[in-house]
C-alpha cells in the first residue's frame, strides 16, 4: 500500500487539477495524523509499504501491544515514522535478527534482483578472447624438430 502525508490535507479535492495533484475546492485541515495500533496478532509483517511523510508530519506513529512477538519488515519506505515497539519479542529486517528500535531503519529499502546475465556474458567474451590469443601464439611460434 501507499500513503502520503501532508500538512493542510484537503478535506475535498473536487476541486482542479493543477500539475498532477488537485487544488481544493474546500477548506483544509491544518494537519494530518495517522496513529497505526496493531492490536490481536501475533506476527505482523510490512512488506513493500510506502508511508511518506514528506513535509514531516508530527502525528505519525505505530504501536503494537503486548499479544504481537514477532515484527517483520521487508522493504518499503517509512519515513519519519515513529514506532513504538517495546513489547515486541522479536524483530526481523528482512530475514535478519534485528533491535526492535532499528527494524524499520534496516527493512527499509527495495530488494533489487540480481542479475547474473551480464557476469556471464562478460566472463565469457574474456574466456574467448583469451583462447583466441592463446591460439594466434601457439600458430606463430615456430616449430622446432
Known amino acids: 500500500g501507499k500513503l502520503v502525508l501532508c500538512k493542510n490535507a484537503c478535506m475535498n479535492t ?3 487539477e493543477r ?3 488537485f487544488a481544493c475546492a474546500n477548506s483544509c485541515f491544518n494537519q494530518t495524523s495517522l496513529h497505526l495500533n496493531i492490536k490481536n496478532v501475533t506476527d505482523v509483517l510490512l ?3 510506502e508511508i511518506r511523510n514528506d513535509r514531516k508530519v508530527d502525528n505519525v506513529f505505530m504501536d503494537a501491544n503486548t499479544q504481537v512477538s514477532s515484527f517483520r519488515v521487508e522493504g518499503g519506505e517509512y ?3 515513529l514506532a513504538s515497539l517495546d513489547n515486541v519479542d522479536e524483530c526481523k529486517a528482512w530475514e535478519n535478527v534485528t533491535s526492535c528500535d532499528l527494524v524499520i531503519v534496516e527493512g527499509s529499502g527495495w530488494l533489487e ?3 547474473y546475465a ?3 556474458v562478460a566472463a565469457s567474451a ?3 578472447v583469451f583462447v583466441i590469443i592463446l591460439c594466434a601464439v601457439v600458430a606463430t ?3 622446432t624438430m
Do not use: F, W
Open 14 to 16: 473536487n476541486g482542479e
Open 19 to 21: 500539475n498532477g495533484s
Open 47 to 49: 512488506q513493500d509499504m
Open 79 to 81: 519515513s519519519n515514522l
Open 113 to 115: 534482483e540480481d542479475s
Open 118 to 120: 551480464g557476469i556471464v
Open 126 to 128: 574474456i574466456i574467448l
Open 141 to 143: 611460434r615456430p616449430k
